[in-house]
């Protein structure tokens, strides 16, 4: 026995050298490999009816390279979107790269092409990189294979490990009341910088919570001559000439087959339908008011997923599509001159056919079909869309006010930015007592269609627990309604809180005698009817620990408490079971337990089940003569979650981000200097740690 051990052990190493060899290959071989599986991503996208006016596309080339040299472009502009703003960025850069500079350009969703090609690209081309980040720090959905590709270990590029042939640009779309602002332009930046590449101009950063639109402005009055000179266009030559259109617009008549609002486009028959974010989910919808003896409304929405392939696991998001309302379409469409064609069918398609998007949204569609469905008609109108409306403007008087606007900052902020005006208000204040329908009929639509971005979905905590209630979805919504500070006079509607609550208040038969905005709730071909909405799944890294007996300490105010209802019942079905669960700690607060106490009815059977270790500790800001906040409670309690998290707790924050956020951050700092008794840098270095290592997770807004 002795003897044969050796020839045992070698036979093992060789099967384990084997395996590692086969796992190597397999692993850089690993797009190709699933290409086999599963089909490629291309395949699966161009199957089918593309938009449902065109035949299956064939196969998309990956390399873009081999696109850019094949079309003649020069530059190429990659975008990391979330929400559409960077893909607009990305549009608008490469605009005025070819009309303004004369280089030939494209735009390019990140997740379409092999970013493995970046060491193949010519030394006198361009990539920009126009990257948005979410989270904590993460990439946007589409960006997740870039990312990955660049943060591995050692990156392996088509031809090797370097980029020194790579000239790059970026800009980063962030929000600073989050930890990691523009973590990931930077991180883009940094990472190619470090295997060989050259970036040009400086790194462009956007601040949300501030004027991301302005950050965007003022970074290109560096960047396009850096730009010039890179590619060596003499910038003194260049072009402000007429404008030129993006897109073509034909109205139609006899069309029968059209979209009038539909998301994803029409399935062959008898496919297998996939939903997700190019397919939202029309799913039933059941409702409730949670806020009681008060003119403000919140409502918990139960979404029935059943009947489709979308799941969820506890701390994800749930998106819902939105519909703009009946009135901003109207007033958008009356000044436009369109009020009596909105049923007029239309094919809108881009002018160069070698765009990488050929059409805007599923065409051909209608007038009413686009302000409804596929344009965020709502949104503050930019200073840049208010600069190519100056030339449209029908009198001399509505031509200055658009010129002011569009030249000045401060005027623009306290008119458009602060009084949140959007596109139709705009022009309604432009116009003045000129004021009447048609007036700015002289605007062509295809600048309509390229100014204003894309509806996108609208992104909620979910509240519910996948292991108690794996297919029917809770989100917690506010209807958002206010009055902006420079015109107290008018309010400005929630677009989908408000759409959500006029489904709730329809089937219910409320009628609280306050004004709100209508809606088309039957939907696209009554698609909607009986109270439906839109919706698909979007992952998230704010999870509860894997293994249940770690304590967590839970900070929501206000709709903050959304995915801690989830988070409690998850543990509470856990201990239900026999599992041992370890001290759950819930902070909320609002204003008055007697209105707006979220879950009221819910929590106490729920901590009575985790046991007298958990707990709620509640806040209410208006039933004392000093306002007491979450923040309040958390300083009375340091001493035990101090405790807590030297057993190794976790904490999680959502809500507020500006203030609320801050201000949990810096207790916890406080806790480590009194009860730790660190220096405040190590404190602020030990709460860093924590979120380094997972322990200190946010899910917030501003």
């Not at 060789?14 to 071989?29: C, E, P």
């Not at 000179?229 to 087959?257: F, H, I, K, T």
């Not at 008609?377 to 600069?387: D, E, V, Y």
Request: charged share 25%.
């Amino acid at each position: 026995m002795a003897q044969s051990s050796p020839a045992l052990l070698d036979s093992l190493d060789i099967v384990f050298l084997g395996t590692i060899g086969l796992g190597t290959i397999a692993w850089f071989a690993r797009r190709q490999i699933a290409e086999r599986i599963f089909g490629s991503k291309d395949e699966a996208n161009n199957k089918g009816v593309g938009n449902g006016h065109a035949p299956a596309a064939p196969k998309r080339e990956r390399n873009f390279v081999k696109v850019m040299q094949e079309q003649g472009r020069k530059v190429i502009f990659f975008y990391g979107s979330q929400t559409g703003t960077a893909e607009d960025y990305a549009s608008r850069l490469a605009k005025e790269c070819s009309q303004k500079y004369g280089v030939s350009c494209m735009t390019a969703d990140i997740e379409l092409y092999d970013l493995s090609y970046l060491d193949t690209v010519p030394e006198d081309y361009l990539v920009f990189f126009i990257m948005a980040t979410y989270g904590e720090g993460e990439p946007t959905d589409n960006a997740v294979d870039f990312w990955e590709l660049l943060t591995e270990e050692e990156p392996q590029f088509s031809e090797g490990d370097t980029l020194n042939n790579l000239r790059f640009v970026v800009f980063g779309l962030g929000n600073k009341t989050y930890e990691h602002y523009n973590e990931v332009a930077r991180k883009v930046d940094k990472l190619l910088t470090k295997m060989g590449a050259k970036r040009i101009g400086e790194r462009g950063e956007g601040d949300d919570d501030a004027s991301l639109e302005e950050d965007f402005l003022a970074w290109q009055d560096n960047m396009w001559p850096a730009f010039c000179d890179a590619l060596g266009v003499d910038e003194s030559n260049a072009s402000n000439g007429p404008r030129q259109a993006m897109y073509s617009v034909e109205e139609l008549e006899g069309q029968e087959a059209v979209y009038v609002g539909e998301l994803g486009e029409n399935p062959k028959e008898g496919a297998k339908i996939v939903y997700d974010a190019k397919r939202p989910y029309n799913a039933p919808l059941v409702s409730r008011d949670l806020f009681v003896n008060t003119d403000r409304h919140c409502l918990h929405v139960d979404i029935d997923v059943s009947d489709s392939n979308l799941s969820y696991q506890t701390g994800d998001h749930i998106a819902i599509w939105p519909t703009n309302s009946d009135d901003e379409v109207m007033r958008l469409a009356s000044i436009l001159g369109l009020a009596d064609k909105l049923d007029t069918s239309v094919m809108i398609k881009a002018i160069d056919s070698t765009a990488s998007k050929q059409y805007p949204f599923p065409v051909p569609t209608t007038y009413r079909s686009i302000f409804r469905h596929y344009i965020d008609i709502c949104a503050p109108a930019s200073r840049q869309t208010l600069m190519s409306l100056v030339e449209y403007a029908p009198t001399e008087a509505s031509k200055e006010v658009l010129r002011v606007l569009s030249k000045d900052k401060d005027e623009y902020r306290l008119k458009v930015g602060e009084a949140v005006r959007n596109l139709g208000e705009v022009l309604e204040l432009a116009a003045g007592a000129d004021a009447r329908p048609g007036l700015f009929s002289t605007v062509p639509f295809d600048l309509i269609v390229e100014s204003v971005s894309r509806l996108q979905p609208r992104y909620y905590s979910i509240s519910s627990s996948s292991k108690e209630s794996p297919k029917v979805i809770a989100a917690t919504v506010v209807t958002l309604a206010y009055n902006p500070d420079p015109t107290p006079e008018r309010t400005v509607y929630g677009v989908n809180t408000n759409y959500l609550w006029q489904i709730h208040a329809a089937k219910h038969n409320v009628d609280d005698g306050q004004r709100y905005p209508t809606y088309d709730l039957a939907g696209p071909r009554n698609a909607l009817q009986g109270a439906k909405i839109p919706v698909h799944i979007r992952r998230s890294q704010f999870k509860l620990p894997r293994n249940p007996t770690v304590p967590v300490i839970m900070v929501g105010p206000g709709t903050g408490v959304a995915p801690f209802r989830g988070f409690v019942r998850e543990r509470a079905a856990q201990k239900a079971e026999g599992k041992p669960v370890g001290p759950t700690l819930l902070f909320f607060g609002c204003r008055n337990s007697q209105q707006d106490f979220l879950y009221k009815e819910e929590w106490p059977e729920l901590f009575a089940t985790l046991g007298e270790e958990s707990r709620l500790i509640t806040a209410f800001s208006r039933e004392t003569p000093q306002k007491v906040y979450v923040q309040h409670r958390l300083q009375e309690a340091g001493q035990e979650l101090w405790g807590l998290l030297q057993k190794g707790a976790y904490i999680y924050v959502c809500g507020d981000a500006k203030n609320m956020a801050r201000d949990v951050n810096q207790t916890f700092v406080n806790f480590a200097i009194e009860f730790g008794g660190q220096t405040e840098e190590k404190a602020h270095d030990y709460v860093k740690n924590l979120r380094s290592s997972g322990r200190y997770q946010e899910d917030v807004w501003s």
